[in-house]
Nanobody
Framework: QVRLVESGGGVVQAGDSLRVACAAS????????MGWFRQAPGKEREFVAG????????NYADSMKGRLTISRDNAKNTVYLQINSLKPEDTAVYLC?????????????????????WGQGTQVTVSS
């Protein structure tokens, strides 16, 4: 099992950049594919970014492509999401997710149902 704790959210101005982090504990971090999702009030949870087990393959939401960078530091058991040029419509709870991989994989997962573990989320609020 793995426990995920997000941090780094807050209130920012439109156009700002923000990096949120997800610290993992309880298992071997490098054996997990990681993902970031977000959920705004009254809306469904949506995929934002994903990183493969290997760390070499990444995937981003089309609606946010060009503004996102997902990265991981296996030594710190942490995955990061950098969001640039923030917009008010980016306001949401950002959640980190982990999927256990029993073998080496380059796959990136975009569906919430494919993930095994979730954090509680960190609130990002973008004011205009």
């Amino acid at each position: 099992q793995v426990r995920l704790v997000e941090s780094g959210g807050g209130v920012v101005q439109a156009g700002d950049s923000l990096r949120v982090a997800c610290a993992a504990s309880g298992s071997t971090f490098k054996t997990y594919a990681m993902g970031w999702f977000r959920q705004a009030p009254g809306k469904e949870r949506e995929f934002v970014a994903g990183d493969s087990w290997s760390g070499y393959d990444k995937n981003y939401a089309d609606s946010m492509k060009g503004r996102l960078t997902i990265s991981r530091d296996n030594a710190k058991n942490t995955v990061y999401l950098q969001i640039n040029s923030l917009k008010p419509e980016d306001t949401a709870v950002y959640l980190c997710a982990a999927k256990y991989e029993s073998v080496a994989s380059f796959r990136v997962y975009r569906l919430a149902s494919e993930y095994d573990y979730w954090g509680q989320g960190t609130q990002v609020t973008v004011s205009s």
